[in-house]
């Protein structure tokens, strides 16, 4: 967008702002539906990504259904139009932690629940239920795009341990549970070649075993289709979906019967078509000292309430100056909370790692890009800050408010004074 696009816009709702583009999400969209659009392949989007009811419209426009991980996430979606039930299962409900309103998603809503230990196998017979199950196996490897985010292997939180995957199911069984699915996540790393070696690792294993599971008529892959964040990076589709074809046919001639493989991408249908707008407050350098040392700091009133990856983990995220160009300036750009991680140039060190930047002055836009995943979604009320409004800019470029800036009152809403 440019410099008086964002100033009306910034005249309306204030920055900093969430800005996300239709017709960017609907072709990370359409590169999910064509890896996906043979027999027997289902997409399912990791809502946890965006809950933004305007992206699951979309994904649900799409044919896509729901990887959920909580039980608002569950009736987030039903709410934006996806069906409950387990006949399909269109919404899958994965956690570590049964908690908060679970019955309404599982018991009321028969939504199919994703099981990754034992013990929370043991408290579901416990409270009741007897139905169909997932199981999630941390099939021994697999990791994010950060140590952070390991999703598989010894370091994983997730999952139950493959070699007691058997034992799991004979034990469900008993209790009256039948395993209906099969579900692994590794993660994808930073390269698609690391992706399709661990789709297809994914496979063998699952090829292996799906003999002893004869209730399975599923088996997820998981997600983790790589993005970018430094430069656009095109998904290979037609690779991808030969492993996925004929990871499916493979699976269903073991099996002697229909199954359905399923992937479920998050990141990347969402993350570029994010963008954090923010806008710059103040110019400051810190002394020089004697090994050299200074920085000058462009502060800009976004934060990480508003995008917590970089202070998180030190991810990266593209950071243009809309009408800027030219000579160019090293600077850390800075926020307003009260800590100094709050810094959007970070390396994955987590040591300040200054930009080059078009040079620039108070009054500017600064565009964070990337951002559509885990960027609002992840954000926070921390020093009392309202969360920032989003905005949707269709392709014809219509833009209308979405969800609008939190005010004290909200943060004020759920404080009460009862006596228990």
Partial sequence: MDTQSLSQLAKKVGTPFWVYDAK???????DVVALTDAPGLQARYAMKACPLRVVLEEMKQAGLWIDAVSANECLRAQVAGFSGGNEPPTILYTTD?????????VFDQKILPNVGSPGMLEYLIKEGY??????????????????????GGPSSKHGIWWENAEDFARKAKDAGCNIVMLHTHVGSGPQQQELRDNMQRIVDVFSDWISAFPDVTAVSLGGGLPWNYREYEPLDVEALKTILISGQKRLEEIASRSIRLEIEPGRY?????????????????????EKGQ?????????????????AMYGSYHRITVPGRSGEETAVCVAGPMCESGDVFTRGADEMLEPRDLPKHEIGDFMCLHDGGAYGYAMSSNYNSIGRAPQVWREEDGTVRLVSRRETLDDLLACEVDEVL
Avoid: Y
Avoid at 24 to 30: H, M, S, V
Avoid at 294 to 310: I, N, Q
């Fill in 97 to 105: 932690v049964f908690r908060d309103n679970w019955k309404d998603a």
């Fill in 269 to 289: 249908l969402v993350a570029s078509s994010g963008t954090l707008v923010t806008q710059v407050t103040d110019i400051k350098e810190t002394q020089t000292n």
């Fill in 24 to 30: 960017e999400l609907r072709q990370r969209i359409a």
């Fill in 130 to 151: 007897r139905g169909p199950l997932a199981i999630r196996v941390n099939v021994g490897f697999g990791h994010g795009h950060v140590n952070a985010c390991d999703t």
């Fill in 294 to 310: 200074g920085v000058t700091f462009s502060m800009v009133d976004a934060g990480f309430v508003d995008l917590a990856r970089p």
